[in-house]
Each structure stands twice: as structure tokens, then as C-alpha cells.
């Protein structure tokens, strides 16, 4: 069964608006990743946060994680048409070699 | 760069008909895993291996079969193909001592 549960299933805004995606889990983790998957291609990876972290910057992307909710999100600032992609986030328990996969947002970013 | 490694990248079988999805990766990782991807579903974990010789089951491991004789390579066998094994198949890879997994650029599959 899916671990990792995102909202919303799909999000469309307008290039430079930020978009935020949210993910929900259901067991404990050690951490949690998000991965991007454009159309057509293989999951990349974004970012990881680990359970003992509340946020995480790399570039325009912030994560934020609240193991008190089992709660975490995505958020892309100043989007561009290059940012419309499917995101996953997943999670690792006891087993990091196991990575669990939500079902994903698709992003449309309009120019 | 090659990474991971994916082939065929289409095929298209009949039911019954047994076939092997091939994945290779040149990064020297121990941990390799087989996702399948399909509509709705998000990704699940069919088959995983932690090193050469060890390999086992994930969520949906049923009609399928792995082996692991090298550190490089990660066949996925389907033994008799059905309609519902239709789907996109990603090999996946890990070092032991990291946590960003490495996906190959998938396998597009349709059993008629």
C-alpha cells in the first residue's frame, strides 16, 4: 500500500506564481524525499529531509516536515514552464533500500 | 554518464509469452530495486536487491523474478506475461552509504 499520500492529484498556475505540494504518511520514517518526473522519463531526485529536520532549502525548492502530523511540503518559488512535471514524494523507513512512493502531483505551469 | 541503464524501451508481448527487462548500472551501487509505474498508482516496488547474490520481494512481487550474479546488472523476468503486467517498469539504483536513488528511463510494457 502507498505510504506517502500527495495533495493535490494536480495544481496549474502561471509562470512566477509558487506552488506548494503536500504529501501525508502513515508510518514512521527516517526520512523523506521528493522526485520530479517529467513526461515520458525517469524519476529525479529533488531533496531530502531527514525525520530529526523541520525545513530544507536547495535552490527555489523548500521542504518542510512535521513528523507530529506525518505531514510534509513542497514548495517552488517563482515557478517556470520547465517546472510542469509529475512530483513524488517517498519515504524511507527502517529500511532506507525501501523507499515507498506516494501517487504524485502533476504540476502544469502555464507561460 | 551512463547510470542506469534500461532496455528494451518498448516492447510489446502476448499473453503468455515470458520475457526479460534488462538494467545495468555503472556507479558501482549495492542497492539496485525494480518499480513498476502505473496510472493513479504512484510507483510500487516489485523486487529489490541490497548485493550480488541477495535479492527480495517488494510490494507486488507476484509473476515476476529477479537475479543478482553481478554488482552491475538487475534482470526483471516476466514468466508468463498477462494483461495486467501493462505498465511502466523503472530499475532503480543506491550506493549503501547514500539515500538518493538513481532510476533508469523506464520500460514501456503492454501485454495484448
Known amino acids: 500500500s502507498q505510504q506517502g499520500e500527495e495533495d493535490p492529484q494536480a495544481l496549474s498556475i502561471q509562470e512566477g506564481e509558487n506552488a506548494t505540494m503536500n504529501c501525508s504518511y502513515k508510518t514512521s520514517i527516517n526520512n523523506l524525499q521528493w522526485y520530479r518526473q517529467n513526461s515520458g522519463r525517469g524519476l529525479v531526485h529533488l531533496i531530502l529531509i531527514r525525520s530529526n529536520e523541520r525545513e530544507k532549502h536547495s535552490g527555489r525548492l523548500r521542504v518542510t516536515l512535521d513528523t507530529s502530523k506525518k505531514s510534509s511540503s513542497l514548495l517552488i518559488t517563482a515557478s517556470r514552464a520547465a517546472d510542469t512535471a509529475s512530483y513524488f514524494c517517498?519515504?524511507?523507513?527502517?529500511?532506507?533500500?525501501?523507499?515507498?512512493f506516494g501517487k504524485g502531483t502533476l504540476l502544469t505551469v502555464n507561460p | 554518464n551512463a547510470g542506469v541503464t534500461q532496455t528494451p524501451k518498448f516492447q510489446v508481448l502476448k499473453t503468455g509469452q515470458s520475457m526479460t527487462l534488462q538494467c545495468a548500472q555503472d556507479?558501482?551501487?549495492?542497492?539496485m530495486s525494480w518499480y513498476r509505474q502505473d496510472p493513479g498508482m504512484g510507483l510500487r516496488l516489485i523486487h529489490y536487491?541490497?548485493?550480488?547474490?541477495?535479492?527480495d520481494q517488494g510490494e507486488v512481487p507476484n509473476g515476476y523474478n529477479v537475479s543478482r550474479s553481478t554488482t552491475e546488472d538487475f534482470p526483471l523476468r516476466l514468466l508468463s506475461a498477462a494483461p495486467s503486467q501493462t505498465s511502466v517498469y523503472f530499475c532503480?539504483?543506491?550506493?549503501?552509504?547514500?539515500?538518493?536513488?538513481?532510476f533508469g528511463e523506464g520500460s514501456w510494457l503492454t501485454v495484448v
Open positions: 517517498a519515504t524511507a523507513g527502517g529500511s532506507n533500500y525501501k523507499l515507498t
Open positions: 556507479m558501482n551501487h549495492e542497492y
Open positions: 532503480a539504483s543506491r550506493p549503501s552509504s547514500g539515500n538518493t536513488i538513481y
Open positions: 536487491s541490497v548485493g550480488a547474490g541477495i535479492t
